[in-house]
């Protein structure tokens, strides 16, 4: 099928891409370009090589992967979507939405790292930042350097216009003061776009966005937050509080204008639930791929359990709500809207729990154990549902633009 795909940037190249059968049979492959399938068949293979293998390791000592996220900066893949000339891949959306679902179905800390890092820091200062700020908290991003989100608070999560991290200007700098919470990498982390007011008062008015180096003095990274499940927890993929106290930054670290903040968050979160949706397929394809092992292996009533009736409609139930998921999230990777990447991590985030649970039930008492991967799976699938805005903002915001669609607002 695809033949060998040469990069601008000369980052990699493939000789040969084989569209396998794995590959026709879960994805619209006719629908992907020759490049996107080259990139997912790219990500597909890191994830079976270096990730699946290790993942249950990985999450259950609690480590960050820092080798793996190394050798996908090196594929260019945490710059997927940057411009060539800032050190990406220059590659849409939806390739990146592939690379996240394929990483999330190897290792779902190491996709949560990816996709934020990718969808809500790296885009962001790509498609915003000033030159100047593309040189300073950019280039060296796509690198290795590892850039963060800081919106939400701990008085302000679905209500994010109501955040009290302030910002006041003092000569040449802005000072800032407040604490941000579930800060995703963090700890391991080189910069954050931290959303602040100029006066709480204003709302969504107020706010502004900037661009925090996390080595800047004021800069306090807590504790790991010790909850179940990938980012949101001590498992692999840090997510803690920042707080900030009397952080000075240059003036130029603001992006786009007093009170345009809200707007930039809002519009990043739009691409940044695509990338959850992605991350909930990948954690999704995931546990169907262990439970149909499981049930090839395994053996009840005298015969395989893929053949007694009611774990074949679990499979074939499975299989309907990873594909409804994987098919919304493409749409909504390619017609990028407030309703679509809502609707996409809306039914991505509740079909991997219910795949995740299927999984548990066909393992049965090996799915409550810690030596499979079902029980992470079931783990992972819960965040996807509150992380990127809860589920009720979700529906709230589809609901909200299906009436406007139809003027019955
Ligand atoms: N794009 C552009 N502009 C937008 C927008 C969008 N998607 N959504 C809203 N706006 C604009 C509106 O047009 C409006 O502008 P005007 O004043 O010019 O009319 C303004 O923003 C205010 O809009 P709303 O009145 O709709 O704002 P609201 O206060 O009612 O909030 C909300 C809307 C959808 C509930 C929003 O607060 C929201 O998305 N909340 C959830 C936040 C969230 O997802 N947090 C998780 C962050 S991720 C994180 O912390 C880390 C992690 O998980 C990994």
């Known amino acids: 099928m695809a033949g060998g795909v040469f990069f601008k940037s000369g980052k990699f190249a493939l000789s040969s891409v084989q569209c396998t059968k794995r590959l026709v049979s879960r994805t619209f492959t006719t629908q992907l370009t020759e490049q996107q399938q080259s990139i997912q068949e790219l990500a597909r293979n890191f994830a079976d090589k270096h990730l699946k293998p290790h993942a249950g390791a990985l999450d259950r000592a609690g480590l960050f992967p820092f080798?793996?996220?190394?050798?996908?900066?090196?594929?260019?893949?945490?710059?997927?979507?940057?411009?060539?000339?800032?050190?990406?891949?220059?590659l849409d959306y939806l390739s990146l939405a592939l690379v996240v679902e394929e990483i999330s179905r190897g290792c779902a800390s190491t996709g949560m790292i990816l996709s934020i890092h990718n969808f809500l820091y790296a885009n962001l200062v790509n498609e915003k930042g000033t030159e100047e700020q593309k040189e300073l908290f950019l280039k060296k991003f796509t690198r290795g350097a590892i850039g963060c989100f800081a919106l939400s608070?701990?008085?302000?999560?679905?209500?994010?216009?109501?955040?009290?991290?302030?910002?006041?200007?003092?000569?040449?700098?802005?000072?800032?003061?407040?604490?941000?919470?579930?800060?995703?990498?963090?700890?391991?982390?080189?910069?954050a776009v931290v959303f602040a007011t100029f006066d709480p008062e204003l709302r969504h008015k107020g706010i502004a966005c900037f661009l925090v180096p996390l080595d800047t003095e004021g800069v306090f990274r807590g504790n790991k937050e010790p909850i179940i499940g990938v980012s949101v927890c001590d498992r692999a993929a840090t997510a803690c509080d920042v707080t900030l106290s009397d952080v000075r930054i240059p003036r130029g670290y603001m992006v786009g204008q007093q009170g345009e903040g809200f707007k930039i968050a809002m519009e990043q979160l739009d691409q940044g639930r695509i990338g959850i949706a992605a991350h909930a397929v990948g954690i999704a394809q995931a546990a169907l791929d262990t439970a149909m092992n499981y049930a090839k292996q395994r053996e009840a009533f005298g015969k395989s359990l893929t053949r007694l009736a009611s774990v074949k409609d679990r499979l074939t139930e499975m299989c309907m709500l990873v594909e409804t998921a994987r098919l919304l999230t493409y749409r909504a990777a390619t017609d990028v809207s407030t309703k679509n990447s809502a609707m996409a991590k809306y039914v991505a985030g509740r079909n991997a729990n219910a795949v995740a649970d299927h999984c548990v039930q066909i393992l049965g008492g090996r799915g409550l154990s810690t030596k499979y991967s079902a029980e992470r799976h079931f783990r992972d699938a819960r965040g996807t549902q509150v992380y990127g805005g809860v589920t009720d903002i979700q529906k709230r915001l589809v609901g909200h633009y299906l009436l406007k669609e139809h003027d019955a607002l």
């Open 67 to 90: 080798e793996p996220i190394q050798k996908l900066t090196n594929l260019g893949l945490m710059g997927t979507s940057v411009d060539d000339e800032h050190g990406g891949l220059g």
């Open 153 to 191: 608070e701990p008085g302000a999560g679905s209500d994010a216009a109501n955040i009290k991290t302030t910002a006041t200007a003092d000569g040449d700098y802005w000072v800032l003061n407040g604490r941000k919470s579930w800060v995703t990498s963090s700890i391991e982390g080189s910069a």
